[in-house]
């Protein structure tokens, strides 16, 4: 999963093509917990780019956007936000499919 570098690569992204956020941290242990299948999420929803957000370094990003709470993920194309998954619980492999299931419909 790729890192976000930068607010103005955010914009860039949020704006063009498909792209599922994450917002995580490196010391939420429920973000650990999902961290095995990430991979496997990104493989079968190839048509996203996954992004990781790291919430201490984007904690502005994070305020506009109102994540209080991670692991969280928020999709959008070409700068329509999808829909959002966004709460302080930990989530399951099953929940985060659910989720991205639900974008396009």
């Not at 429920?30 to 999420?41: G, H, S, T, W």
């Not at 999709?75 to 099953?94: A, I, M, N």
Request: aromatic share 14%; proline share 4%.
């Amino acid at each position: 999963m790729k890192k976000l570098e930068s607010a103005e690569q955010f914009n860039e992204m949020r704006s063009n093509g498909k792209h599922i956020f994450m917002f995580s941290a490196d010391w939420c242990p429920d973000c650990r917990v999902i961290d095995p299948v990430l991979p496997e999420i990104e493989a079968k929803y190839k048509e996203y780019t996954f992004i990781y957000v790291d919430r201490d370094q984007f904690i502005d990003l994070c305020i506009e956007l109102d994540v209080f709470g991670i692991p969280s993920f928020i999709g959008f194309r070409d700068g329509q936000e999808l829909g959002r998954f966004v709460s302080k619980d930990r989530k399951t492999q099953e929940e985060i499919e659910n989720f991205i299931e639900t974008l396009e419909q």
